[in-house]
């Protein structure tokens, strides 16, 4: 089946640095992935749709200067949280589809359980 | 975007019963039905889906019903085991609207 890699899957980093998540489809090729954070103990929330070879969307209220989405190739992803402070820590997990097959399933990476200091 | 209503929030059932969580969905266009698990830390997975050309489709202990006419679909797992455990949601035909998830606890 379709298999999505995420990396890495916890990151640790110093308020005002910024962290880089890479979301890969490693069997099939994407044109379009979504990018969900979630607290704990609560659902996933979808934060922006990444089209590759042009710009994002974002869900209203998430910032797109705060987190840069790219998606250069069919086949990866990535979400960059800049300048990030304590209250960016969160879980966040990336999603695709095998739009070929034509199969409405997502499959999800593993997720990045991102911790500000 | 589409809307999803998902209860109980959480559910506790003993070990052998079974247990049914339920979602509502707002688009009567709908056409597709997905239910995920999610164990702590870990990735959503999928584990039944339907479309809306049947009522119901089962997959061993696991089975998901749909109601079109009231617009809910519902999963259903029997004879539940501890690795039954999670959190699971229901998610809009799009994929991209998750419900609030039903914390399903296994009692021994």
């Known amino acids: 089946g379709a298999v999505v890699s995420q990396h890495p899957s916890r990151v640790i980093c110093k308020s005002g640095t910024s962290v880089k998540i890479e979301c890969r489809s490693l069997?099939?090729?994407?044109?379009?992935m979504f990018w969900y954070r979630q607290f704990p103990k609560q659902s996933l929330m979808l934060m922006a749709t990444s089209n590759e070879g042009s710009k994002a969307t974002y869900e209203q209220g998430v910032e797109k200067d705060k987190f840069l989405i790219n998606h250069a190739s069919l086949t990866l992803s990535t979400l960059t949280v800049t300048s990030a402070h304590p209250e960016d820590s969160s879980f966040y997990i990336c999603?695709?589809?095998?739009?070929?097959?034509?199969?409405?399933?997502?499959?999800f990476g593993a997720g990045s359980r991102l911790t500000v200091l | 975007g589409e809307n999803v209503e998902q209860h109980p929030s959480t559910l506790s059932v003993q070990e052998g019963d079974s247990a049914v969580i339920k979602c509502t969905y707002s688009d009567s266009a709908s056409n597709y039905f997905p239910w995920y698990k999610q164990e702590l830390g870990k990735r959503p997975q999928l584990i039944i889906d339907i479309r809306s050309n049947v009522g119901e489709k089962k997959d061993q202990r696991i089975a998901v019903t749909l109601n079109k006419t009231a617009k809910h679909f519902s999963l259903h797992i029997t004879e539940t085991q501890p690795e039954d455990s999670a959190v699971y949601f229901c998610a809009a035909p799009d994929g991209l609207t998750f419900g609030k998830g039903t914390h399903l606890i296994i009692q021994p």
């Open positions: 999603s695709a589809r095998d739009e070929f097959s034509g199969a409405n399933v997502l499959t």
């Open positions: 069997d099939f090729q994407a044109t379009t």
